[in-house]
């Protein structure tokens, strides 16, 4: 594992912020177990609380604790497209993560440095795009600087990047939302 990566989960694993590159955009991640960097994360980006966030993980088992029924799990795999699905939130999901509804938006990844962090830190990561609410997602580390200032707790370079955001569908009616 890289030194980036060993830095980056001692800093989730101390509730901090960090910026890292995922399977689709530069994002934003903090560890759920955090109520505070959440709401560090959602005060950053001037979004409101009612959009809700994504959990990501490397593996289905990151997300049981989520999701009123685990069995539906085995109907997300990694797919071509990144695809964020909704399910039930579990009654112990923060409404900070649902953002008030009654489901929580999973996404699971085959991202290298995603799935080292899961694993280090044994947990999902709270995650959202790197950007300010009504702009594009940060592609350089000066994007970050303009959006963040010096708010963020480490970043890990953003690599280039040709993706959009993933694609959302909710599981339990099938209707694509994204």
């Known amino acids: ?5 060993r830095l980056a989960t001692q800093y989730l694993e101390a509730g901090g ?17 955090f109520e505070s960097s959440i709401e560090r994360i959602i005060q950053l980006k001037r979004r409101s609380t009612s959009k809700g966030l994504i959990l ?11 999701v009123a029924d685990p069995s539906q799990l085995s109907q997300i ?14 009654q112990n999901t923060s409404q900070l993560l649902t953002g008030g509804f009654d489901t929580v938006a999973i996404r699971l990844t085959d991202n290298p ?16 795009s790197a950007n300010t609410a009504g702009k594009d997602a ?3 580390v000066l994007d ?23 694609r959302i569908i909710n599981l339990q009616t ?3 939302l994204r």
Do not use: W
């Open 113 to 128: 440095l995603v799935s080292s962090l899961c694993q280090r830190t044994h947990s999902v990561l709270v995650s959202t």
């Open 144 to 166: 970050l600087v303009v959006f963040f200032k010096q708010e963020l707790d480490f970043i890990i370079s953003p690599r280039n990047y040709n993706s959009q955001p993933s």
């Open 17 to 33: 912020v960090i910026s890292h590159p995922t399977d689709t955009i530069q994002g934003l991640a903090c560890l759920p177990r």
């Open 56 to 66: 990501l993980a490397s593996d289905v088992r990151y997300f049981a604790d989520y």
């Open 77 to 90: 795999a990694i797919d071509q497209v990144p695809t964020t699905y909704l399910l039930e939130a579990s």
């Open 174 to 176: 099938g209707e694509r």
């Open 1 to 5: 594992m890289s030194f980036r990566s």
């Open 138 to 140: 940060a592609t350089s």
